[in-house]
């Protein structure tokens, strides 16, 4: 259907009055929207000059001032953590501290903290400048090159890595081989410059003369002719040789540099070496080369035009010299063949003896041999005698003769002991050498006999030493532990306590033990040993009795039954009341114990033999009489046995009986009148 003119145009109307209307919304929409925009905007603006008003009244600024000047105009300064603000040289702290950086173009970059409490005053801030890094190479490369700033050596190398502070600087190439350079230089704070440099070289010259002339050139392997010569050379290091035919060759490094351009050689060529090749028989001997020694069998190099001389010697041989005249480059070969030298040899020996030569049993004395003439170790021996050992040499001219006494074990250990001696706990000995037959025992007629007191023929010839007093408590309180009265003899011990002190000692003094005891029990001894023992009954009997006298005596004193003036310390008048018998008008000073040593020596050189403590000696006890044929030889008794004999008097006796030298008694367990002294021998059995 078509629409007629008039409702078209109502139409048109109509369209056009609501296309004014949006558009009359929008403009609206658009004003209300602006207004808003303007609002925020107002209120931005008033939040930042509240922000800047609060900054301006609620802090104070630090100014901070940059040294040196040059990096003061185009320094920087930023915020990097805390709250504040940076106005130009100026700091607003609205926290505890704020932490600022500050730059500046050629200086090193500073962080500064601060604090709350600088607010309002003036901080100084120093930069240090960045150093120029400078590079420098030469062309010619050569690492043996100076290198010097300003005068002063910095490094030695190839090329020049360094950092300088700013300003004007002159660098010094050096180098031994070219001419020196001069590099003046004005670096920048914080430049980076490279450069290469080219070095100039110098030229030498080498004049090379030879005794004789003509000899052939070379250098770094290149033929430059022959001496005389003058050579051209620029500076550096050059491996000269020199050679000519019968000469030894030289070999030289030359350098040529800026301070010796200029270098002469005169050389006088030796000729070369002969060789010379030597052998000997037989080997071992002494070897010399113009009184050097020399190793036979290799080769040489010798000295050519000169005589040398040479000599061979070995022990038992007869030496051989010569003389050898070289020449240039020929080859000698020298022999030495030596003739031995014989000597002989006699050797006699009383007894007669085994006969040991170099270690080598060879015969019995009287013996004669033939020799080489060199040292040799000679040995006689025989059983009971000393060894005899001497070194010798026979002669090859004349023969010789070897006569020795050879000494007994016996004598030859007597005569290295001393008469007196301290042993390592300082106990003193003293040395006996008996040899002799004696009466041990009394007979039934004696005053005062014991049925116990056996009559036996001994005969001593052992050499012994035995200590000069009774062990001291203080002396037996380094084995075991005792009581006190250090210088008292040390009572109240069985014997095989006295045994194990006895090898407690040898022990000490590095000795075999005398006595073989197990489990505190006696299992044996060696009679042969010279460790530290208990004496023999024999030896005490012998020493009281006989020893240093004309004759044996019943007492230590003599026969007489009247006890002399300070005899000993015995039961005197002291003691009444407490013994059952005492010495009438007679006094010690002692009522008990007395120290050891208290009364003069007796006539043997021993204390105490009389009194003070009986003794144990070594002997087991028996009840056996000998056979009155019978000769004992230095007895000792049973190798085992429970009970063991006790020789002597004590402070508590008083009788004849008791006094005599041959009063014995046998014990098991000890008693606080009973203690010992110490023998050894001196050889072996």
Excluded at 342 to 347: K, Y
Excluded at 507 to 524: A, C, D, T, W
Excluded at 577 to 602: C, R
Aim: charged residues 20%; contains cysteine; proline residues 4%.
């Amino acid at each position: 259907m078509h629409q007629s003119e008039g409702e078209q145009g109502l139409a048109a109307k109509t369209e056009e009055s609501t296309h004014d209307d949006n558009m009359i919304a929008a403009l609206s929409r658009a004003k209300s929207e602006q207004k808003k925009l303007y609002v925020w905007l107002s209120l931005a603006l008033l939040i930042t000059a509240l922000s800047v008003f609060i900054v301006f009244v609620f802090s104070k600024a630090s100014m901070i001032e940059v040294e040196p000047k040059q990096a003061r105009d185009q320094a920087v300064l930023e915020l990097v953590d805390g709250l504040g603000m940076v106005l130009g040289k100026a700091v607003y702290v609205l926290s505890q501290q704020v932490n600022i950086k500050v730059s500046s173009p050629g200086f090193k970059t500073i962080q500064k903290t601060i604090e709350s409490d600088q607010m309002g005053t003036l901080i100084k801030l120093e930069l240090t400048a960045l150093p120029a890094q400078l590079h420098i190479k030469t062309t010619t490369n050569e690492k043996n090159s100076q290198w010097f700033v300003d005068g002063k050596r910095m490094m030695l190398g190839a090329e020049f890595k360094q950092a300088l502070a700013a300003g004007p600087h002159m660098i010094e190439i050096d180098n031994p081989y070219y001419q020196k350079k001069e590099i003046p230089l004005n670096v920048q704070r914080g430049q980076q410059l490279t450069m290469t440099v080219t070095l100039q070289a110098i030229v030498g010259q080498l004049h090379l003369n030879t005794v004789p002339s003509g000899a052939t050139i070379r250098i770094n392997g290149t033929l430059e002719g022959v001496s005389p010569r003058i050579l051209s050379k620029n500076g550096g290091s050059y491996q000269l040789e020199i050679s000519h035919r019968h000469y030894q060759n030289i070999s030289e490094t030359i350098n040529i540099t800026h301070d010796e351009k200029m270098i002469e050689r005169n050389y006088h060529l030796a000729l070369k070496k002969a060789s010379l090749q030597v052998d000997v028989a037989p080997k071992g001997g002494r070897l010399l080369l113009d009184g050097k020694v020399i190793s036979p069998g290799i080769i040489l190099r010798l000295k050519s035009g000169k005589t040398h001389r040479l000599s061979y010697a070995l022990a038992g041989y007869r030496s051989q010299y010569k003389r050898l005249s070289v020449q240039a480059q020929a080859e000698h070969h020298l022999y030495f063949h030596l003739k031995a030298a014989l000597g002989t040899v006699q050797i006699r020996s009383t007894p007669a003896s085994k006969v040991e030569i170099d270690g080598k049993v060879v015969g019995k004395t009287p013996f004669e041999t033939t020799l080489l003439a060199i040292p040799h170790q000679l040995k006689l021996s025989r059983k009971g005698y000393r060894s005899y050992q001497k070194l010798f040499t026979p002669n090859a001219h004349a023969a010789q003769v070897i006569k020795v006494n050879l000494v007994t074990d016996r004598a030859a250990a007597i005569a290295a002991s001393p008469a007196n001696m301290k042993n390592s706990l300082g106990i003193a000995l003293k040395l006996f050498e008996p040899n002799e037959l004696f009466a041990m025992g009394a007979p039934r007629s004696e005053i005062g006999q014991r049925a116990n007191e056996f009559l036996r023929t001994v005969k001593l010839n052992r050499a012994f030493y035995i200590s000069t007093h009774e062990i001291t408590l203080a002396q037996y309180a380094q084995f075991r532990t005792v009581s006190a009265g250090l210088k008292k003899p040390v009572t109240s011990i069985s014997w095989i306590e006295a045994a194990l002190y006895c090898n407690w000692l040898s022990k000490r003094e590095n000795m075999v033990p005398f006595y073989r005891i197990s489990h505190h029990r006696l299992q044996g001894f060696n009679r042969a040993s010279t460790a530290y023992r208990l004496p023999s009954e024999a030896e005490w009997e012998w020493l009281a009795r006989k020893a240093s006298k004309k004759q044996e005596t019943r007492f230590t004193w003599g026969d007489s039954t009247t006890v002399p003036l300070h005899a000993g310390n015995i039961a005197d008048e002291y003691a009444k009341g407490s013994v059952a018998q005492y010495v009438p008008n007679y006094t010690d000073g002692y009522a008990a114990l007395a120290p050891v040593g208290s009364f003069a020596a007796e006539v043997m050189g021993l204390y105490d033999m009389t009194g003070n403590v009986s003794e144990w000696v070594h002997d087991v006890y028996q009840l056996l009489a000998a056979e009155k044929t019978t000769l004992e030889h230095n007895p000792l008794g049973l190798g085992q046995g429970d009970m063991h004999t006790v020789k002597g008097s004590n402070y508590r006796s008083a009788s004849i009986t008791e006094l005599r030298a041959s009063y014995r008694e046998g014990e098991k367990v000890g008693r606080d009148d009973i203690g010992f002294r110490v023998a050894r021998y001196v050889h072996g059995g």
